[in-house]
């Protein structure tokens, strides 16, 4: 599960780093968002994966077993985060788009 979780995170990663490399605007929003992604695993994952384990502490219940809840709160406010800032990015890149008549992160067209 360990090793699945990594190369997501790691395919993730690359591609949003190669996305954030690309002229266009909404290509680097979307490698923002697939970087803000495998951080969100990343930190999912330091909190211990763990499968068929009880979600609640009773009694007789090792703690050790158990799955940290707070990398689990700290993923969930990044993902509300996550979206309300690819909202703005996105109501920014349309607001641009109208002003420059072009998509590019420059402001200009590449010339061939």
Do not use: C
Request: aromatic fraction near 6%; hydrophobic fraction near 50%.
């Amino acid at each position: 599960m360990e090793l699945i979780l990594a190369l997501g995170i790691g395919v993730m990663t690359g591609s949003g780093v190669w996305l954030i490399l690309r002229p266009r605007t909404y290509q680097v929003i979307v490698g923002l968002s697939l970087l803000s992604y495998a951080v969100n695993l990343f930190i999912f994952g330091v909190g211990g994966v763990k499968s068929n384990a009880a979600a609640i502490l009773k009694e007789g219940v090792d703690p050790t077993t158990l799955t940290d809840p707070v990398p689990q709160a700290l993923v969930l406010t990044a993902i509300v985060i996550g979206f309300a800032t690819t909202a703005l990015f996105l109501v920014v890149l349309l607001a641009s788009r109208g002003l420059t008549g072009t998509d590019h992160v420059d402001g200009r067209e590449q010339s061939r």
